[in-house]
């Protein structure tokens, strides 16, 4: 707790001793670590296999646009905005696509992106299909400086990444935590258990969608640019992040955290190689997944008997009468 | 007599394949039944059916005085019924007293210190207390089929559904399990068992229902059912006029 609380000052205090570039890529590191919590949350706990989370970032990001450059919102306010307004529409998305099952939804939720990426290439006053810039008065309401603006995208990239975590592991740690945790071990004994699978998941693909538009939000308040075909990626915002999810070990808390370390040492190494740097990559996730398919972290405990986060509820066998 | 569970005239298929046939039958508050028949009888299909983990092609099911035919899984639960299923099904990431607790909390709605408190006692009932931290996926076959049962106490049921719970025990093992259904039973839960370890069986239930190819072929006291010739032919396979 304490080495954690250290690690997050010396982080926080970055701007005064990383340069412009470190800075950029640490911030985009927070961004894919709570894109992989959130996709974890989803995927690897309420088993909802997603493979179009893309339309919630790239809603974000053309909903910060918008906001700003329409609505006269203060980025900041707009980012937020976005999240509590995607929250609102993945109700409906929900209610459609959760009549589907298994791969089918995963399909059904790529034709979803797909429809959302297409509906915002259609909208002119936002660039249509080759995108627009934020305007600079927009940019300058952040902060007047460019360090400054640099350093504040920083501080809510690793924000949000805290908070991301943060509520994810005390949601794993409430009651709906413990439902949430049956249903990804056995959906047909925790219904038996009067657990309502529908309502949970419903419930967990509301909040993650509005969290995923937030930082959707800041990755392009961070790359002041946006597109139609960057905000709705599918390799940026799903693959990478499934990767960095499989890889550090579905269904658990400590995985995402291993798996976006891994994946950016990956990609500063091998990036210059291009289209090798997605073989390796691809490659890899292919060995971990039919060798330890509950990925690095996975492998971990099962030698040690380990748990960075203390989930579980545990009896004290000192006083046998009492819950722990 | 009131009825707690009353069956009325169930279809069911799949395919070609019918698992329930016009089942009827009633069970009432408090009682023990027994549900025997061949594999692929449609025994385990019927509990699916109570639970709502099925949806019946037609007839009713009622529960407490409610129909409850259509009904989701969860809300029946709720109301009162839980069941063990044949081949366990932990949730095995999890330790065995949070699988207890979800029982507690989901099922009988206890709020937190009450959930914890009957999560433990039905530990301690079902003998699973020393083994309350161990994680689910790790328990031997006698500690899964402890677990179903533990699980499905912490709902606090009015109706307990057993599927093939004594299946794959050695001797010793059976009659500890047998002396636990007992006192629950004693304690007022009604209980319906589907076994082929018959004589486990005859130790608790009151009344004995056979079933093949989905209907209901004999349905009456214990020993009367066991000693007539239509359930020796087709459970014990023995010819009728032998």
Same mark, same amino acid.
């Given at each position: 707790?304490?080495?954690?609380?250290i690690g997050v000052?010396?982080?926080?205090?970055a701007p005064?001793w990383?340069g412009r570039?470190?800075?950029r890529l640490l911030?985009e590191?927070?961004?894919?670590l709570?894109?992989a919590?959130?996709w974890?949350? @989803?995927?690897?706990?309420?088993g909802l296999?997603?493979?179009g989370q893309?339309?919630?970032?790239?809603f974000?990001?053309? @909903?910060?646009?918008?906001?700003?450059?329409?609505g006269?919102?203060?980025?900041?306010a707009?980012?937020?905005?976005?999240g509590?307004?995607?929250a609102l529409?993945?109700?409906?998305?929900?209610?459609?696509?959760f009549?589907?099952?298994?791969a089918?939804?995963?399909?059904?939720?790529?034709v979803?992106?797909e429809?959302?990426?297409?509906?915002?290439?259609?909208?002119?006053s936002?660039g249509?299909?080759?995108?627009?810039?934020l305007p600079v008065?927009?940019?300058?309401?952040?902060?007047?400086s460019?360090?400054?603006?640099?350093?504040?995208?920083?501080?809510?990239?690793?924000?949000?990444a805290i908070?991301?975590?943060a509520?994810?592991?005390?949601?794993?740690?409430s009651?709906?935590?413990?439902t949430l945790?049956?249903i990804?071990?056995?959906?047909?004994?925790?219904?038996?258990l009067?657990?309502?699978i529908?309502?949970?998941?419903l419930?967990?693909y509301v909040v993650?969608?509005?969290f995923?538009?937030?930082i959707g939000?800041?990755?392009?308040?961070q790359?002041?640019?946006i597109?139609?075909?960057?905000?709705?990626?599918?390799?940026?915002w799903t693959?990478?992040?499934?990767?960095i999810?499989?890889?550090g070990?579905i269904?658990t808390l400590e %995985?995402?955290?291993i798996?976006?370390?891994?994946f950016f040492?990956?990609?500063?190494t091998?990036?210059d190689?291009?289209?090798v740097?997605?073989?390796?990559? %691809?490659v890899?996730?292919?060995?971990i @997944?039919l060798k330890?398919?509950?990925g690095v972290?996975g492998?971990?405990?099962s030698r040690f008997?380990?748990?960075l986060?203390?989930?579980?509820?545990r009896?004290?066998?000192?006083t046998?009468?009492?819950?722990? | 007599?009131?009825?707690?569970?009353?069956?009325?005239?169930?279809?069911?298929?799949?395919g070609?394949v019918v698992v329930?046939?016009a089942?009827?039958f009633?069970?009432?508050?408090g009682? +023990?039944?027994?549900?025997? &028949?061949?594999?692929?009888?449609g025994?385990?299909s019927?509990?699916?059916?109570?639970? /709502?983990?099925?949806r019946t092609?037609?007839g009713?099911?009622?529960f407490? /005085?409610?129909? *409850?035919t259509?009904?989701?899984?969860?809300?029946?639960?709720?109301m009162?019924?839980a069941?063990?299923?044949?081949?366990?099904?932990?949730? &095995?990431?999890?330790t065995?007293f949070?699988n207890?607790?979800v &029982?507690?909390?989901? &099922?009988a709605?206890l709020?937190?210190?009450?959930?914890q408190a009957h999560?433990?006692?039905?530990l301690?009932?079902t003998?699973?207390?020393?083994k309350?931290n161990?994680r689910?996926?790790?328990?031997?076959?006698?500690?899964?089929?402890?677990?179903?049962?533990?699980?499905?106490?912490?709902?606090?049921?009015?109706?307990?559904?057993l599927?093939?719970?004594?299946?794959?025990?050695t001797?010793?093992?059976?009659?500890?399990l047998i002396?636990? *259904?007992?006192?629950i039973?004693?304690?007022?839960?009604?209980?319906?068992w589907?076994?082929?370890v018959?004589?486990?069986?005859?130790?608790?239930?009151?009344?004995? *229902?056979?079933?093949?190819?989905?209907r209901?072929?004999?349905?009456?006291a214990?020993? +009367?059912i066991?000693?007539s010739?239509?359930?020796k032919e087709?459970?014990?396979?023995?010819?009728?006029?032998?």
């Amino acid at each position: 707790m304490i080495i954690a609380a250290i690690g997050v000052l010396i982080l926080a205090a970055a701007p005064w001793w990383a340069g412009r570039a470190e800075l950029r890529l640490l911030g985009e590191i927070y961004l894919y670590l709570a894109l992989a919590y959130l996709w974890n949350l @989803m995927a690897g706990y309420a088993g909802l296999v997603s493979v179009g989370q893309q339309a919630y970032v790239g809603f974000g990001g053309y @909903m910060l646009f918008a906001l700003t450059m329409f609505g006269g919102l203060h980025p900041i306010a707009a980012v937020l905005a976005a999240g509590v307004i995607a929250a609102l529409l993945s109700v409906p998305v929900a209610a459609l696509i959760f009549r589907l099952k298994g791969a089918y939804f995963a399909i059904g939720t790529w034709v979803t992106a797909e429809v959302f990426r297409l509906s915002f290439a259609q909208v002119s006053s936002l660039g249509g299909g080759s995108g627009s810039s934020l305007p600079v008065n927009v940019v300058k309401s952040l902060a007047a400086s460019r360090s400054g603006r640099e350093a504040l995208s920083y501080w809510l990239a690793l924000g949000s990444a805290i908070v991301v975590i943060a509520c994810v592991y005390l949601f794993l740690r409430s009651r709906r935590g413990l439902t949430l945790t049956a249903i990804r071990d056995s959906e047909v004994a925790a219904a038996g258990l009067g657990i309502n699978i529908w309502r949970t998941k419903l419930e967990v693909y509301v909040v993650t969608s509005a969290f995923t538009a937030i930082i959707g939000g800041l990755i392009f308040l961070q790359k002041l640019r946006i597109s139609p075909d960057a905000a709705f990626s599918v390799n940026d915002w799903t693959a990478f992040v499934i990767f960095i999810v499989v890889i550090g070990g579905i269904g658990t808390l400590e %995985g995402p955290i291993i798996g976006t370390i891994l994946f950016f040492l990956l990609r500063e190494t091998l990036a210059d190689l291009g289209t090798v740097y997605l073989i390796v990559l %691809g490659v890899l996730a292919i060995v971990i @997944m039919l060798k330890a398919p509950k990925g690095v972290w996975g492998l971990i405990r099962s030698r040690f008997d380990l748990e960075l986060f203390p989930l579980s509820y545990r009896v004290k066998t000192d006083t046998p009468d009492k819950g722990a | 007599m009131s009825a707690l569970l009353s069956i009325n005239s169930l279809q069911k298929s799949f395919g070609a394949v019918v698992v329930a046939d016009a089942t009827t039958f009633e069970v009432a508050k408090g009682e +023990a039944v027994g549900i025997l &028949g061949p594999n692929g009888a449609g025994k385990t299909s019927l509990f699916n059916l109570i639970t /709502g983990a099925l949806r019946t092609d037609g007839g009713t099911i009622g529960f407490a /005085g409610r129909d *409850i035919t259509n009904a989701p899984a969860a809300a029946r639960c709720k109301m009162g019924i839980a069941r063990s299923f044949q081949i366990p099904q932990p949730f &095995g990431g999890m330790t065995v007293f949070e699988n207890a607790l979800v &029982g507690a909390t989901q &099922g009988a709605g206890l709020p937190g210190s009450r959930a914890q408190a009957h999560a433990l006692s039905v530990l301690e009932d079902t003998g699973l207390i020393d083994k309350a931290n161990m994680r689910a996926g790790a328990l031997s076959l006698l500690d899964r089929k402890r677990l179903e049962l533990a699980r499905a106490l912490a709902a606090k049921p009015q109706l307990l559904l057993l599927d093939e719970i004594a299946g794959g025990l050695t001797d010793a093992e059976c009659g500890a399990l047998i002396a636990t *259904i007992q006192r629950i039973h004693a304690q007022g839960t009604t209980i319906v068992w589907i076994e082929h370890v018959v004589h486990a069986l005859l130790a608790v239930v009151e009344k004995l *229902i056979v079933i093949d190819f989905g209907r209901k072929i004999a349905e009456g006291a214990p020993k +009367a059912i066991m000693d007539s010739a239509e359930v020796k032919e087709i459970y014990l396979g023995i010819a009728a006029d032998a």
